[in-house]
C-alpha cells in the first residue's frame, strides 16, 4: 500500500513539476516576444529620429531608412507575414520618417528637394502620409513663389510700394496676386519704419550738433526728416533775427 501511495504521489509530483515548468516556459516566452517588439519599436523610432533631425544628409537618410527595412523583415520572419502584409507594414514603419523628413525640408525652403523625395518614396508612404506631403509640398512651393514674386516687383519698382503694387496686379491672379500683395504692403511697412528710424537718429544729432553750434554734415542733413529741417531752418532764421535786433 504505501509504495502504491509513494508511486502515485511520484506521478501527482512529476505532473505538477512539468505543469510549472510549461507555466514557467511559457512565461518566459511571452518575455521574450515583449522584449522583441519592445526592441523593433525601439529600433525603428531611434532611425526615424535620427533622419528627421538630419533630414538634409542624404547618407543618414538612407541608413535610417535600411534599418526600419532590416527590422520589418525580421519582424516578417517571426510573424509568418505574406509579401502584401509586409509592404504594408514597411509602408507604416517609414512613413513617419517620410513625413518628417519632407517637413524638414520644406520649412527650409527647399520645397525642390522634398518634391524630389517625395517622387521617389511616395510607394512606401502610408496614404495618409501622401496627401499630408502633397499638401505641405503644395503650400511650400506657394509660400516660395509668392515671396520670390514679391521681391522680384519690389525690385523692379526700385523699392517705390504704389508701382510695385501696380506690378504684382499685372503679374499676378488670385490667391498669388492676394498673397504677393500683402508682402508687399509688409515690406512697404518694414522700410518705412527702418526710414523713420533713421530719420528720427538723424535729426536727434542734427539737433546735438545745432545745440553745440556746430555745423551739420550735408549728409546727416540729407538723412533728416522734412519737418526737421523746417525746424532748425526756423530756429536758425530766429537766432539771425535776434542778434540782428540786438545790434
Do not use: C
Not at 76 to 89: F, M, N, S, V
Request: aromatic fraction near 6%; proline fraction near 1%; charge should be negative.
Amino acid at each position: 500500500g504505501n509504495e502504491a501511495q509513494r508511486s502515485a504521489f511520484r506521478q501527482q509530483a512529476e505532473q505538477i513539476k512539468r505543469q510549472m515548468y510549461g507555466t514557467l516556459s511559457g512565461h518566459m516566452m511571452e518575455q521574450q516576444k515583449a522584449l522583441r517588439r519592445e526592441t523593433w519599436a525601439a529600433t525603428i523610432d531611434t532611425a526615424t529620429n535620427q533622419a528627421n533631425l538630419l533630414w538634409g544628409d542624404e547618407g543618414m537618410r538612407k541608413q535610417s531608412a535600411d534599418v526600419i527595412r532590416s527590422t520589418v523583415d525580421e519582424m516578417a520572419k517571426d510573424q509568418g507575414w505574406d509579401t502584401k502584409i509586409k509592404e504594408a507594414k514597411l509602408a507604416q514603419a517609414l512613413s513617419p520618417m517620410h513625413a518628417g523628413v519632407i517637413q524638414g525640408m520644406v520649412d527650409a525652403d527647399r520645397v525642390d528637394l522634398a518634391k524630389a523625395y517625395y517622387d521617389e518614396n511616395s510607394p512606401t508612404m502610408s496614404m495618409a502620409v501622401r496627401a499630408k506631403a502633397m499638401n505641405l509640398i503644395e503650400a511650400g512651393d506657394f509660400e516660395k513663389k509668392t515671396q520670390d514674386g514679391a521681391a522680384a516687383v519690389w525690385a523692379m519698382a526700385g523699392g517705390n510700394a504704389t508701382e510695385a503694387l501696380k506690378l504684382a496686379r499685372e503679374q499676378f491672379s488670385g490667391k498669388e496676386e492676394d498673397a504677393v500683395v500683402t508682402r508687399i504692403k509688409t515690406l512697404d511697412g518694414e522700410e518705412t519704419t527702418i526710414r523713420e528710424r533713421d530719420q528720427r537718429d538723424a535729426g536727434d544729432k542734427a539737433w546735438g550738433l545745432y545745440a553745440d553750434g556746430k555745423r551739420i554734415p550735408a549728409s546727416l542733413w540729407a538723412s533728416m526728416d522734412g519737418r526737421d529741417k523746417i525746424a532748425i531752418q526756423n530756429a536758425r532764421r530766429a537766432e539771425a533775427n535776434h542778434a540782428a535786433a540786438a545790434n
